[in-house]
């Protein structure tokens, strides 16, 4: 049934035992010592059991050796009433149990199938995640034009190595969904992905939020953190916008890269980290280093590898594709899109990307019609600049478009005017604020903060 790694001095004890597992159909390998037993780990058992005490190398190094094993088989300690604190330190050391001598025939063998079950079900996981990752596909990435077909095939080549990924490209592109892909197909994949924005962290808090920090380490530092770096520990840790980096946190991160050791705000001792570090960035680093805001050892220790995401502009084949795939996520499968319509959105400069097409699509989505995406509902909810039509101040003006007229000579307010802009469209929208904010071409919270601003009821 099994193949089982038997090591312990004593003979006696040794042939009692190996003839129990045969005797239940299991294969046992018999060792008298630890450097034996260490020899016959070539031959695979799915099981180790060893005695603690032996002469030469113990169980406890016998322990050690297995753990060092990718995949080790579990190990079963033997241990008599003078070793059971020896026998704790062994579980601790991830030993799956141990047993006190002497055993019964029945207490080894119950032992004995629940190691194995264990193994079992380890085994069954392991197959179970690579055969959901041969059919995962690449993170959500859409498309079907040859550029990011030849950068999905680049992708697939740096994905398997731990060299440091740098992406770049224009806000809006993707690059979160490339830098989830090379995480995904990478051997890393069943561990963490740690995202980090480095421009939506205050200058102040980014040491401890990357590094970590001891207790009492700062004021308000009540409790110790662990930090990004080593949140991400096996795994992968994604610096989005890297470039908006504080340029005195750049080298403790080069630090860190080069030693695989992090130190902690207030720690006394660095801590051994293994990660892979992904980054993107919007920003033309050369230049960044040209100028003095980047530092170029950085920037030389993260460009091993770089990904350049295209502008939706200049992949406009994939317009449709990605318009398909945002109308079955907000709209569901029933909700069909006009082929003029579909034109119209490729010949658009899209000076947002993908971010400012998926927007649009809700948007539409939401402010609808019927049951089908049409040119006119584009034409009605996102002219093109310079199409908006003259002000009026009536409801039925407003729905056909929003108002611009000459302004007064004497003045306005603008906080008025969009006060009232705000009003009006709550009123056609009958109150919902999520098609409001599709109305305004503005985020719901957006709309909320405004709403609260203004007090508008």
Known sequence: MARILLIDDDNSLREVVQFILTDAGHEVLPAADGTAGLELLTREPDLVITDIRMPGM???EVLRRVREIPAAPPVIMLTAHGTVEQAVEAMQLGAFTYLLKPFAREELKLTVDKALHTRSLEVDNVRLRRLLKQRAPESGMVYSSSLMADLMEMLRRVAPSDATVLISGESGTGKELVARACHDLSDRWDKPFITVNCGAIPGTLMESELFGHTRGAFTGAGQASPGRIRAAQGGTLFLDEIGELPLDLQP???????????????????IDVDFRLVCATHRDLE?????????????????????AMPSLRDRSEDVGPLWDHFTR???GQDLASDPDLLKALEGRPWRGNVRELKNLNQRLVLMRQSDTLTLADLERLAPR?????????????????????????????????????????LDICGGNRSKTAAYLGIPRHVLVYRINKYEIR
């Open 58 to 60: 113990d169980g406890m």
């Open 252 to 270: 403790k991160l080069l630090r860190v890269l080069d030693t695989k050791q992090v130190d902690p705000v207030g720690g006394t001792h660095p």
């Open 287 to 307: 230049t960044e280093t040209a100028q003095g805001r980047f530092r170029e050892d950085l920037l030389f220790r993260i460009n091993v590898l770089q990904l």
């Open 329 to 331: 996520l907000h709209g």
């Open 385 to 425: 600049a310079g199409e908006l039509q003259p002000v009026t101040a009536d409801r039925e003006a407003m729905e056909g478009g929003l108002p611009l007229g000459p302004l007064p000579a004497g003045g306005l307010s603008l906080v008025a005017l969009e006060k009232e802009v705000i009003r009006r469209a």
